[in-house]
């Protein structure tokens, strides 16, 4: 017997709603390669419906007092927490995530970065007010900017929703949320959360919205006259396409971009533990992470004792369907995505050489087998572009200057990570690392009060943090004479 896909929609102005013309695109479950749902393919009325919604809802939420927006915030928090089991599956059959990680590792923290902006609502902070001339006072307001337009990738679905809206409602802004259309059913499943927390608490209909469909709805929104802000994570082709749309009415732009993260390793580091830590930080969610340890550069004379330690614990990695507790990573997110990373192993240099990995596994789904590469040189494709994927590149470096030469030879500044056990040799490199975090003996832990975001092509404004929540503000000088 077939069951019929389920069928996803929009959340707009408070209701679900299919697109005004009825068209839907397929969502695969990429464990399985079946089709599961189907979801809105929003065009021009669908994306204007949003916008007109959050533009209306705008002018009352700003105006709450930011205790008002805390209260829906924290409430927000709870009723995830409380379905976090239902968020879970829905991920996993969205993703093919394992459970138990998605369980332990994406709501605790998605739940605790709700709450960190629900606090952040009450604490924004400005310059001191003053008399800086005489006989005039000045003060600081600082304000919402208005509708966003919001893109999510396919990675992580469902926290990368969280570090788009927590922080745009925490600051009185309205969101129109746009979910990749690989992954849309965690987006969909928040909408009725947070539709359902913000209509028990009476606020508006169109605080928050979801809008469903591809790069074409996604280029709708950022070009929609309403929304005076556009974030997206994502690609850098798809970052410069916003920026270059959003340019047009001199839109706000906020741009998250992907990484090459370099991984350097010098001889005094603890190599199993370093080994250990870095294929957890390479391989989770099948490298799919901006952040991922994906390009190790490993002192040369410790070289072959590093590959071997990481070949050895890659080889005892395990992939396999979300209901397999001994797994670290599921699958590739879609078909795509597999003939990208398979296509960087086709391409591979005959210098190279795969140490173990390389290929896909089973022939249903889209898993990959956790990859470590060798004998690279620095402008070889697979160390200068983004894999996405389950592969981890070393490289050697002689010295500490051509360690940072190499670490930051690429057109991606994310984040990176040095392993040593001298603490100046660290606090050096952390300076000369030209990426928007450093890692110190470890790789990958992100935390709700410390900034995310990059510099060079992974793009500008930060998530999460006090910065990333000042990003959604604009600030006013008011100046008030005294006489
Ligand atoms: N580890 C979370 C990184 C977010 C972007 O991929």
């Known amino acids: 017997m077939t069951t019929e896909p389920r069928r996803l929609r929009n959340y707009i102005d408070g209701e679900f709603r ?74 996993s059959e969205n993703t093919g995530k394992p459970l138990a990680l998605t369980r332990s590792e994406e709501i605790p923290p998605m739940v605790d970065q709700i709450r960190f902006f629900a606090g952040a609502a009450r604490m924004l902070e400005g310059r001191s007010a003053g008399e800086y001339m005489e006989g005039l006072t000045s003060i600081v307001r600082r304000e919402p900017v208005g509708v966003c337009a919001q893109v999510a990738p396919w990675n992580y679905p469902m926290m990368m929703a969280v570090w788009k809206f927590a922080p745009a409602l925490a600051a009185g802004n309205t969101v129109v949320l746009k979910p990749s259309d690989t992954t849309p059913a965690s ?38 006259p309403v929304p005076a ?61 901006c952040t991922a340890a994906t390009r190790v550069l490993v002192h040369e004379s410790v070289h072959d004792d590093f590959v071997t330690a990481l070949v050895k614990v890659a080889s005892e990695t395990k992939t396999g369907a979300p209901d397999d507790e001994d797994v670290l990573y599921g699958p590739l997110n879609n078909a795509h995505q597999l003939e990208q990373v398979s296509g960087f192993i086709e391409r591979l240099p005959a210098h190279a050489r795969v140490e173990t990995g390389g290929r896909r596994v089973g022939d249903q789904g889209y898993f990959y087998a956790p990859t470590v590469v060798t004998g690279l040189k620095q402008d070889d494709e697979i160390v200068q572009r983004e894999v996405f994927g389950p592969v981890i590149t070393v490289q050697s470096f002689t010295d500490e200057d051509q360690a940072v030469a190499r670490a930051n030879g690429v057109e991606y500044a994310l984040a990176s990570s040095v392993w040593t056990k001298d603490h100046a040799r660290a606090m050096r490199m952390s300076k000369k690392l030209d990426f928007g975090c450093v890692w110190i003996n470890t790789h990958i832990p992100l935390v709700a009060e410390m900034p995310h975001g990059g510099f060079k092509k992974s793009g500008y404004g930060k998530d999460l943090s006090a910065y990333g929540f000042e990003d959604y503000t604009r600030i006013k000088h008011v100046m008030t004479s005294l006489g």
């Open 18 to 91: 299919d697109a005004a013309d009825g068209r839907t695109t397929e969502v695969i479950n990429p464990a399985t390669g079946t089709v599961y749902a189907t979801a809105p393919l929003s065009g021009k009325d669908d994306v204007d419906a949003a916008m007109a919604a959050a533009a209306a809802a705008f002018p009352v939420w700003r105006d709450l007092v930011p205790g008002e927006r805390q209260k829906a915030l924290l409430r927000i928090a709870d009723a995830i927490e409380a379905r976090a089991e239902e968020l879970i599956a829905v991920e």
């Open 187 to 224: 987006t969909v499943l928040l909408a009725e959360i947070i539709g359902g927390v913000l209509g028990e608490l009476g606020h508006p209909r169109g605080v928050f919205n979801v809008v469903c469909g591809d790069r074409d709805t996604g280029r709708l929104m950022v070009e929609h």
């Open 229 to 289: 802000m556009a974030s997206i994570t994502g690609s850098v082709r798809a970052g410069m396409q916003v920026a270059e749309s959003a340019s047009k009415d001199l839109k706000r732009v906020h741009l998250e971009l992907g990484g090459k993260a370099p991984v350097v390793v010098f001889e005094d580091a603890d190599l199993a533990k370093a080994a250990e830590e870095i294929a957890v930080a390479g391989y989770f969610n099948a490298g799919q992470d």
